[in-house]
């Protein structure tokens, strides 16, 4: 029998059919290793689900709080009263300063814990170093002023690290960020090239310039090093000083052709890299085709 299945003069056994054979089974015929089981999403808590929802609230009164009390410190430093597009601003005094710094700081000192309690390991630790920053300082220097009279002015200027608190919410760094790891080979070579300009066209500046019968010019080129300051500033396009040799002149022209091309390159490539981000989130709507009237 097993001579004539051999020469196919009788039918052979059909093998056993896949529906007949349980999962471990066909793993084990196959030898294939074992998947791992898929772990669930991790569900968001009461606070993320409110901020969720509210989310332009949240961000707005992020905005309003963090800026408005750095704008007032900023008057606060002016120590007068002043004028803003002809709005006269009232003389913030050290006071007036420490209390909006105390209340905000106490707001932000709220939210921190209250982070720290609903969301636990979730919490992200750039921000939570911004959220930290946010409140620290400003209870300190609130601590101080309220207890000796004074609080060094470096300690009140950190109130200024409040701006970033809005970034959970726009996520503007986090673009630009992914924006230089995407275009990296391309920055890195516009930054390359932009310093070898910055140190040549300096170092021919000073050598036409050193002697320039023009004082001013005198002082700002009589070295590479005050140069290469000058220069940081010719690159972006701006001239604040025009009496240069025609050697210098020349160097200029050439300057400002390069220059020009030279600073486009980031440009066009983060407007290019942020529409199509904003593409990313918002796509645009189909437009339907226009029906021929029927005449």
């Known amino acids: ?176 960020i992914s924006i230089l790891a995407e275009h990296g080979a391309i920055l890195k070579a516009t930054a390359l090239v932009s310093f070898l300009l910055w140190l040549l066209v300096s170092s021919m500046l000073y050598f036409t310039e050193r002697n320039n019968p023009d004082e001013e010019l005198q002082e700002v080129y009589a070295s590479v090093p005050r140069a290469l300051w000058a220069e940081i500033i010719n690159l972006h396009g701006e001239w604040p000083w025009c009496d240069y040799t025609w050697q210098g002149k020349a160097i200029g022209t050439f300057l400002n052709f390069m220059s020009i091309g030279i600073c486009m390159v980031p440009v066009v490539v983060f407007s290019d890299a942020f529409m199509s981000k904003v593409e990313e989130v918002h796509p645009a709507k189909p437009v339907a085709p226009a029906v021929p009237a029927v005449p």
């Open 1 to 176: 029998v097993e001579r004539m299945k051999a020469e196919k003069m009788l039918p052979q056994e059909a093998p056993e059919s896949l529906e007949s054979q349980t999962a471990p089974d066909m793993m084990e015929a196959l030898d294939l290793p074992d998947l791992p089981a898929p772990t669930a999403p991790a569900v968001p808590n009461q606070f993320q689900r409110i901020e969720a929802k509210h989310e332009m609230e949240c961000l707005v009164a992020t905005m309003v709080i963090s800026f408005g009390s750095t704008f007032v410190y900023f008057f606060y430093t002016y120590g007068e009263e002043t004028r803003v597009a002809f709005i006269p601003i009232p003389e913030v005094t050290g006071t007036m300063w420490e209390v909006l710094d105390l209340i905000t700081s106490v707001i932000f000192l709220s939210e921190f814990a209250a982070r720290l309690v609903f969301t636990g390991k979730s919490y992200l630790p750039i921000y939570m170093v911004i959220d930290f920053l946010s409140w620290l300082p400003g209870l300190c220097s609130s601590a101080l002023w309220f207890s000796k009279g004074s609080a060094p002015a470096w300690l009140q200027g950190l109130c200024v690290l409040r701006v970033l608190k809005p970034e959970r919410y726009l996520g503007a760094f986090a673009s630009m």
